[in-house]
């Protein structure tokens, strides 16, 4: 089955800076590559999303990009503030036959003013 | 926007009793729903898979007996405790896709916090 991993762990960057999160993926099968933030004692919100017929996706000053032959997909937020702490997951999947979605360990960023 | 309610967001009980968690889609129709388990600073696991009109899927280690999961209809997924005991402590999440659905995105509960005394 599907295995993904995430680091780092925790992440704390100076606000302004640019935060980078990276994961790792087992399933070549996997299509969908969701990033979720989540708040203490919240449920995981989509923060951007990308599926494997993309490289690359921007939102803001969030961005995406993902590696199919090297299984690898990666967040970058920039310009980051304080409002961006939070724990940042994420996940892969794939989109037939409704397939369960597999999250990363998570990571703890804190944006130091 | 899809939208999934899960009902009670907050449960205390005491141990040996069992406890039901609602998750319901309320503008569309959810063939799949999927039940996650979340301790406290760790990731969100996976539970079951819950395909409506048929058996539950459990994922490894998760006891079917203990967490019953019914999907009786396209828009309702209930979770069981059954004899909750506090290790059963936790933050349980519940998601949806759409029936049918190419996009791939998931529609999140708002989760809830069961304690067991």
Known sequence: GENVEQHPSTLSVQEGDSAVIKCTYSDSASNYFPWYKQELGKRPQLIIDIRSNVGEKKDQRIAVTLNKTAKHFSLHIT?????????????????????KLVFGQGTRLTINP | GAVVSQHPSRVICKSGTSVKIECRSLDFQATTMFWYRQFPKQSLML???????????????VEKDKFLI????????????????????????????????????????????????
Do not use: W
């Not at chain 1, 310009?79 to 397939?99: H, I, K, L, M």
């Not at chain 2, 209809?73 to 999440?93: G, K, M, Q, R, W």
């Open chain 2, 47 to 61: 539970m079951a898979t819950s395909n409506e009109g048929s058996k539950a899927t459990y994922e490894q280690g």
């Open chain 1, 79 to 99: 310009e980051t503030q304080p409002e961006d702490s939070a724990v940042y997951f994420c996940a892969a999947r794939r989109v037939q036959g409704a397939q």
């Open chain 2, 70 to 117: 019914n999907h009786a209809s396209l828009t309702l997924s209930t979770l069981t405790v059954t004899s909750a005991h506090p290790e059963d402590s936790s933050f349980y999440i519940c998601s949806a896709t759409l029936a049918g659905g190419s996009i791939g995105e998931l529609f999140f509960g708002e989760g809830s916090r069961l304690t067991v005394l």
